[in-house]
């Protein structure tokens, strides 16, 4: 059962912008915080942003004051804003909620920066 469906990635100029959207069930949408990940080739999957029901972000160092998280609950989505990207910001965009364990991974989106 496909739990997160992502979208929004594609080939992006440095400097470019994308918008990532996450779809979920009602169920996980309400009771947990999201998390946006990325995993770029050979490297490990690295949290990027966060957001609770209560809507407190948090961001990884390298993308704050770039990224930014939100979520409509009406349609059980989750977005990241993606400005002023860079190529190292190239990697696959997967969203998931917090818990432990995770929930089994979507597909993810690849977002490639480059001229």
């Known amino acids: 059962q496909v739990q997160f469906v992502e979208s929004g990635g594609g080939l992006v100029q440095p400097g470019g912008s994308l918008r990532l959207s996450c779809e979920t069930s009602?169920?996980?949408?309400?009771?947990?915080?999201m998390d946006w990940y990325r995993q770029a080739p050979g490297k490990q999957r690295e949290l990027v942003a966060r957001?609770?029901?209560?809507?407190?972000?948090y961001y990884a160092d390298l993308v704050k004051g770039r990224f930014t998280i939100s979520r409509d609950s009406a349609k059980n989505t989750v977005y990241l804003q993606m400005n002023s990207l860079e190529p190292e910001d190239t990697a696959v965009y997967y969203c998931?909620?917090?818990?432990?364990?995770?929930?089994?991974w979507g597909q993810g989106t690849q977002v490639t920066v480059s001229s």
């Open positions: 009602t169920s996980i949408f309400n009771i947990f915080t």
């Open positions: 998931n909620a917090e818990s432990t364990p995770h929930f089994p």
């Open positions: 957001i609770t029901n209560g809507g407190i972000t």
